[in-house]
């Protein structure tokens, strides 16, 4: 099975902290994912990396920035956490690109920011 | 424009009952793939079923089915016997081509949430 992983369940930052979320994955996918979550808003993407070092922005890369330095590691950066950036954040990753690939989420970090 | 549209923000049905929860979509790209992921109070996303555009077929996976209409574009999903378990947020998701070029971005829809009662 596919385990994509995530470095904290929750986790409490004060505005103007850098925040690094972390996710894993084991089952050396290409592709893997940042989303955010909000109610009412659905999963909107953040950033995605199709490969090691590369990446590209999704729909709401503004305040963040990721790093994937290793296939299995992908990283969120939040360079000056704000309070707007409180969500639950979920990592995903995928075998390839073609349609019928579907996304292993992580189980998600929700992230308070005050 | 919404890409994924899904009307219903909560679901009600009896146990054993089966449920339909509604998803409709919009892209210009023939080729495009529609996902259905269920979020428990847990907040993981699990994969239940998938169906291609040009699948002849609709899709099953158990107790899960996907009425695929494509000339409505319409992709709901049918649960069947529903249990208890099956309280959780769902939703649609479609990957298309629209979005800069890249075959990668999955659009997810607002989810519908399904409450099982006893």
């Known amino acids: 099975d596919v385990k994509v992983t995530q470095s904290s369940r929750y986790l409490v930052k004060r505005t103007g902290e850098k925040v690094f979320l972390e996710c894993v994955q084991d089952?050396?996918?290409?592709?893997m994912f940042w989303y955010r979550q909000d109610p009412g808003l659905g999963l909107r993407l953040i950033y995605f990396s199709y490969d090691v070092k590369m990446k590209e922005k999704g729909d709401i890369p503004e305040g963040y920035s990721v790093s994937r330095e290793k296939k299995e590691r992908f990283s969120l950066i939040l360079e000056s956490a704000s309070t707007n950036q409180t969500s639950m954040y979920l990592c995903a990753s995928s075998l390839g690109l073609a349609g019928y690939n579907e996304q292993f989420f992580g189980p998600g970090t929700r992230l308070t920011v005050l | 424009a919404q890409k994924i549209t899904q009307t219903q923000p909560g679901m009600f049905v009896q146990e054993k009952e089966a449920v339909t929860l509604d998803c409709t979509y919009d892209t210009s790209d023939p080729s495009y793939g529609l996902f259905w992921y269920k979020q428990p109070s847990s907040g993981e996303m699990i994969f239940l079923i998938y169906?291609?555009?040009?699948?002849?077929q609709n899709a099953t996976e158990g107790r899960y089915s996907l009425n695929f209409q494509k000339a409505r574009k319409s992709a709901n999903l049918v649960i069947s016997a529903s249990q208890l378990g099956d309280s959780a947020m769902y939703f649609c998701?479609?990957?298309?081509?629209?979005?800069?070029?890249?075959?990668?971005?999955?659009?997810f829809g607002k989810g519908t949430l399904l409450t099982v009662n006893p």
């Open positions: 998701a479609m990957r298309d081509r629209n979005s800069g070029g890249s075959n990668y971005k999955l659009t």
């Open positions: 169906q291609g555009s040009y699948d002849q």
């Open positions: 089952m050396d996918h290409e592709n």
